[in-house]
C-alpha cells in the first residue's frame, strides 16, 4: 500500500487564529472562559482547549453572567452581542476576517437597498451569523429555490466561505438566469478552494480517498464529495478507529487529505495505523496566509 498526501490540507489561517485567541484569553484570564459553539468543527481541537479550562456552549444564555467568552470562528448574530451585554459578559469575537469580509458585504448591499441572496447552508453557524446581519433569502448551492423578486430589483448574491466551489457556480448561474444584472461576490475562502483543488488533482492518481475530519465540518465533508463527484470512492473519518479494511481491497494507492480544521495530528495517527510501504507528498500546494491577532484584541498579548 502506498500513500499519497494532499497539499494543502489541515488548518487554515483562520482556525490558526481562532485557536490562538482561545490560549491566549486563558493565558490573561485564567480558567475558565466559554466559547460559544465550537470553536472551529473538530472534536480534538475541541476537547484539546477544553483539557486547558474552556468551556464550550451552544448559546449565550448559558453563559454565567459577568463571564469571558470568546465567539467562534464561524461568526456570529447580532443578537448574540445583544445578549452578552445583558449578562455583562466580556465578548471576544474570534471570527474568521473572511466571514467578517461577507458580514460587512451583507451590511454594505442592505444599506444600498439590494435584495440579498445568501447561497448557503440553513442552519450551519456561519449562516445564522452572516443572515443576521440584514435582510436576506438564503437558498442552497446544490438544489437552489429561487426568491421571486420584481424583475427591476438590485440583487446581490453572497456566499457562505466552505461551499463546493462547483455547486456554488452552478448555483450563482442559475440566479442570474432569472436576474442577469446580479452582483456576484466570490466569497468561497482560500482554503476551501485550495483543498477542493488538490484534491481532484489527487483524486486522478488514486483508488481511493480518505478525508480526515469532522463529520460536521462543512469543508470536510466538500472534499467528499469532491471526490465522490471524480468517481472515486471517498470516506470521511476521524480516527482509525473508523477504518474499515474492505474498503482498500484490491486498491493500492490511498489518498489523505483533511479538512481546514483538522489537526496534522490526526493524520498521523491514520498514517501509523496503515503503516504504509511509501508515503508521497505532493510538492506544490503550500499556503503562507497568516492572520494576525485583530488591533482590538492585541491586549491579549501584553503581559
Given at each position: 500500500m502506498d500513500v499519497y498526501l494532499a497539499k494543502p490540507r489541515g488548518f487554515c489561517a483562520g482556525v490558526e487564529l481562532a485557536v490562538e485567541i482561545v490560549d491566549l484569553a486563558l493565558k490573561k484570564y485564567g480558567p475558565p472562559i466559554y466559547v460559544k459553539h465550537q470553536i472551529v468543527?473538530?472534536?480534538?481541537?475541541?476537547?484539546?482547549?477544553?483539557?486547558?479550562?474552556?468551556?464550550?456552549?451552544?448559546?449565550?444564555?448559558?453563559?454565567?453572567?459577568?463571564?469571558?467568552?470568546?465567539?467562534?470562528?464561524?461568526?456570529?448574530?447580532?443578537?448574540?452581542?445583544?445578549?452578552?451585554?445583558?449578562?455583562?459578559?466580556?465578548?471576544?469575537?474570534?471570527?474568521?476576517?473572511?466571514?467578517?469580509?461577507?458580514?460587512?458585504?451583507?451590511?454594505?448591499?442592505?444599506?444600498?437597498?439590494?435584495?440579498?441572496?445568501?447561497?448557503?447552508?440553513?442552519?450551519?453557524?456561519?449562516?445564522?451569523?452572516?443572515?443576521?446581519?440584514?435582510?436576506?433569502?438564503?437558498?442552497?448551492?446544490?438544489?437552489?429555490?429561487?426568491?421571486?423578486?420584481?424583475k427591476s430589483s438590485d440583487i446581490a448574491i453572497i456566499t457562505q466561505t466552505t461551499l463546493s466551489v462547483k455547486d456554488t457556480k452552478n448555483a450563482v448561474e442559475s440566479v442570474k438566469k432569472y436576474y442577469p444584472k446580479s452582483i456576484v461576490r466570490n466569497d468561497i475562502c482560500y482554503a476551501t478552494t485550495n483543498r477542493q483543488k488538490a484534491i481532484e488533482s489527487l483524486s486522478t492518481k488514486v483508488d481511493i480517498i480518505l478525508v480526515i475530519g469532522a463529520k460536521n465540518s462543512s469543508n470536510c465533508n466538500r472534499l467528499k464529495e469532491t471526490v465522490e463527484k471524480m468517481g472515486k470512492p471517498a470516506y470521511l473519518i476521524s480516527s482509525p478507529r473508523e477504518i474499515k479494511k474492505e474498503w482498500f481491497q484490491k486498491k493500492n494507492k490511498i489518498g489523505i487529505t483533511s479538512g481546514a480544521s483538522t489537526p496534522e495530528i490526526q493524520v498521523e495517527s491514520i498514517l501509523k495505523y496503515l503503516s504504509p510501504k511509501n508515503i508521497y507528498e505532493s510538492k506544490e500546494g503550500n499556503e503562507d496566509i497568516v492572520f494576525t491577532i485583530p488591533r482590538q484584541l492585541r491586549f491579549l498579548t501584553k503581559k
Open positions: 468543527h473538530n472534536s480534538v481541537v475541541v476537547a484539546k482547549i477544553e483539557a486547558k479550562g474552556a468551556i464550550t456552549v451552544n448559546s449565550v444564555e448559558e453563559i454565567p453572567t459577568d463571564s469571558i467568552v470568546v465567539f467562534s470562528a464561524h461568526g456570529s448574530p447580532p443578537s448574540d452581542y445583544e445578549k452578552a451585554k445583558k449578562r455583562n459578559l466580556t465578548v471576544l469575537d474570534a471570527i474568521c476576517p473572511l466571514v467578517t469580509k461577507v458580514h460587512n458585504e451583507a451590511k454594505k448591499y442592505s444599506a444600498e437597498g439590494k435584495k440579498i441572496i445568501l447561497i448557503g447552508h440553513k442552519g450551519h453557524q456561519e449562516v445564522l451569523g452572516t443572515s443576521g446581519q440584514a435582510k436576506m433569502d438564503i437558498i442552497d448551492d446544490k438544489n437552489p429555490d429561487i426568491p421571486k423578486y420584481d
